[in-house]
């Protein structure tokens, strides 16, 4: 009797085509044009800001310390880089309006774990580049920026710095990715984010001291990088930051997964 060839058995990974679309998505918000012009413009102007700051002191003996400047350049990144950073988000899904069908219709992905995929990615790409070059800002500033030898950084003041900045820069990017989902096109998109954002960052200006505003959290960051910094207030600025992604998150699941592709 001739023997009975083995059964081969596969098994299906469900979560491969989320990791296929994260990876390409990686890949090509890598090499893409606004991701490489938001890092070269950032590069250039706080290569720019220091070498001018560094001058002035040499030359006209007028000194900031290094938490200051720091403080400074952490807001010229962040209100610099909310432009790109928008386009960035919102283009995750709503630029690619043409291939959508194909994606999601023809290559075995689920809606939640396409959304989840394109989320995921650009949340990576924007918080580890911010972090990244705000390490290296802060790098800069520590050596360039003595006063007898000696810093004001604190490095735990430094890390909480860049941490409560990255979530806040999260939440946006969150939201950026949940509102390109949801509409019919990338300009639509941006248009609306931009109102969402401006809109909600003029009313917390106009609140009064005991909520937090903006404007008046980036001012605080030369004070946060020194090292005093109220670890209550962290923690709010986090569980925040955290609930904002969760909202979004789930917005976009439901919405997006109801959308016709």
Not at 2 to 22: D, S
Not at 73 to 99: N, P, Q, Y
Not at 221 to 242: C, I
Request: with cysteine; hydrophobic share 55%.
């Amino acid at each position: 009797m001739e023997a009975t060839p083995p059964v081969v058995t596969v098994r299906f990974n469900r979560f491969l085509p989320y990791w296929a679309v994260f990876q390409t998505d990686l890949r090509q918000t890598l090499r893409s044009w606004v991701y490489r012009l938001w890092v070269l413009m950032t590069v250039v102007a706080v290569a720019g800001l220091l070498l001018y700051r560094v001058g002035l002191h040499k030359e006209a003996g007028l000194f900031q310390s290094a938490a200051a400047q720091s403080g400074d350049l952490f807001r010229m990144m962040v209100v610099g880089s909310l432009a790109l950073v928008a386009v960035l988000a919102v283009s995750a899904i709503s630029g690619e309006r043409g291939t959508l069908a194909d994606s999601v219709l023809s290559r075995g992905i689920s809606r939640h774990q396409y959304f989840l995929a394109k989320w995921h990615s650009r949340l990576v790409v924007v918080t580890l580049t911010f972090t990244v070059l705000a390490f290296g800002v802060l790098l800069a500033s520590y050596f360039l920026f003595k006063d007898d030898t000696q810093s004001d950084l604190s490095l735990t003041g430094g890390v909480v710095a860049v941490l409560a900045v990255g979530a806040v820069l999260a939440a946006i990017v969150s939201w950026g990715v949940t509102i390109g989902a949801l509409a019919n096109t990338t300009v639509l998109g941006i248009t609306v984010f931009w109102l969402v954002l401006y809109g909600s960052g003029f009313l917390l200006s106009l609140l009064p001291e005991p909520w937090p505003s903006p404007e008046r959290q980036l001012a605080r960051l030369k004070f946060v990088l020194q090292g005093h910094y109220d670890p209550a207030a962290l923690t709010q600025v986090l569980t925040v930051s955290a609930v904002l992604c969760a909202g979004a998150a789930v917005v976009g699941l439901v919405g997006f997964g109801k959308r016709d592709v």
